[in-house]
């Protein structure tokens, strides 16, 4: 395995999420394309209240590929904005 692999994050942004959703809702929905590293939905720190958004790690190019390409993720019944997040470390 070369060095450059392991430097490689797989990231997405994940936009328009609803507020009910916590980040182990958001790791649990993109599970199912393989494993996550991490899942983060971004709150307001001062009023404790989601931002709407958030960010997902996966541990694998596969699991990545098959997250960013699908048209459509619905999650309580709203269309997600997903994007890769483009950061490079």
Do not use: C
């Not at 790690?57 to 904005?81: E, M, P």
């Amino acid at each position: 395995m070369s060095g450059s692999a392991a430097r490689s994050t797989y990231k997405l942004f994940v936009g328009n999420l609803p507020w009910t959703i916590s980040s182990k809702e958001l790791r649990t929905y993109f599970s199912r394309f393989g494993h996550v590293a991490n899942a983060e939905v971004v709150f307001d720190k001062q009023l404790g209240l989601s931002k709407y958004y958030g960010f997902v790690i996966f541990s694998q190019r596969d699991a990545y590929n098959s997250a960013s390409n699908q048209n459509t993720h619905l999650l309580d019944g709203r269309v997600l904005n997903v994007q890769r997040a483009n950061e490079h470390a």
